[in-house]
């Protein structure tokens, strides 16, 4: 795909570190393999280090220029002291030492410690087992109270963000504001012009009901935030996407008939919204990709295949890659 192949080109040869805390995983192993051959990120595995390198000898994998860590083998010492200071008084030394024997916990560590710029984990872990760790070391962005998940939809030239479709079941007014928000910087990863649709069963007023007045707010916090971005809202998604749609029920909109970024209502509509386009509308759907964290932290479906996990590293590189370029501005 051109928008992955972009992406690439982008982090080759950066020197990007990216943690698989799942190394045990054969999936794991035959991605990482792939990304070190095409010198597109520095992985490292966590696991048992024999387990690791038997598996790999199993499958003819070469993990000559992969980094092995044992976290059973590793002095936590440093690690133990910077969690229970980053926790402030909510876990104990104790705590922290039985803690970070989860992989999840260990791994993000690392990324907190700047040892590795990412994290990819979610293979053979729920969603929250990936994301509890993220959100008590790495923490939010100043300014977004809560991370989010986006869906990159592709299909030949065509390409859009849909958000929430994850993580917030029913954002009040602001939260979706900061979805917005941070789903502009997804649709900058991609090189995509954001239009911003704020999704609704009504268009500009034409139905009445709580539902719509809170996407109506959430569109003027973010339009009040963001005023040079092309933003609109509360639409009905045909308004959102069709031209024609757009002309009679949204006219002068620099927005309707144009978006590329739609941010859904709740997650009951954004979840189905994209598998309909995904299963109905033939579109590839990539991620989910975490938004709003301070370093890039990547959940895998647990019936991830290889070349998802492939993907998914090279978005999350992409993610460290413009992160290090926002802190050289």
């Known amino acids: 795909m051109e928008i992955i192949n972009n992406l690439k080109n982008k982090i080759q040869a950066q ?3 990216l943690v698989f805390p799942e190394g045990e995983d054969l999936r794991i192993l035959t991605a990482v393999t792939q990304l070190v051959a095409e010198q597109l990120v520095k992985p490292v595995v966590l696991g048992n280090v024999n387990k690791i390198k038997r598996l790999a000898q199993e499958n003819h994998l070469n ?25 402030k008084g909510k876990n104990t030394i104790e705590d922290a030492h039985r803690l970070l024997q ?32 993220a959100l008590q070391i790495i923490k939010t962005k100043p300014g977004v109270k809560r991370i989010s998940a986006a869906f990159l939809m592709l299909k030949d030239t065509e390409k859009y963000i849909f958000a929430d479709c ?29 239009k911003v649709a704020m999704l609704s069963f009504s268009t500009h ?3 009445k009901a709580e539902q719509v007045t809170k996407v109506a707010e959430a569109t003027k916090i973010i339009q009040a935030e963001k005023p040079n971005v092309a933003i609109d809202g509360e639409l009905q998604f045909d308004a959102a996407f069709d031209m024609n749609v757009a002309q009679t029920k949204a006219k002068g909109s620099l927005v ?44 895998l479906s647990r019936g991830a295949s290889s070349e998802d996990i492939y993907q998914t590293a090279i978005i999350t590189a992409a993610q460290a890659k413009l992160i290090q370029d926002k802190s050289e501005e």
């Open 15 to 17: 020197g990007i570190k």
């Open 63 to 87: 993990l000559d220029q992969v980094e092995i860590i044992d976290p059973e083998e590793y002095d936590k010492s440093e690690m133990v002291a910077a969690f229970v200071e980053r926790r």
């Open 102 to 133: 989860d992989v999840n916990y260990f791994g993000t560590m690392l990324v907190y410690l700047h040892q590795v710029d990412g994290l990819i984990s979610g293979a053979a872990h729920s969603t929250a087992d990936t994301v509890r760790p």
């Open 166 to 194: 994850a993580i917030n079941v029913d954002p009040d007014a602001q939260t979706l504001a900061e979805i917005a928000k941070v789903s502009l910087e997804t649709a900058e990863l991609f090189e995509i012009d954001p």
């Open 205 to 207: 007023g034409s139905a």
């Open 256 to 299: 309707a008939g144009q978006a590329n970024v739609f941010i859904f209502p709740e997650l009951q509509s954004a979840n189905i919204g994209y598998k309909i386009a995904q299963r109905m509308g033939h579109y590839q759907a990539i991620g989910p990709i975490l938004q709003g964290m301070n370093k890039p932290i990547s959940d």
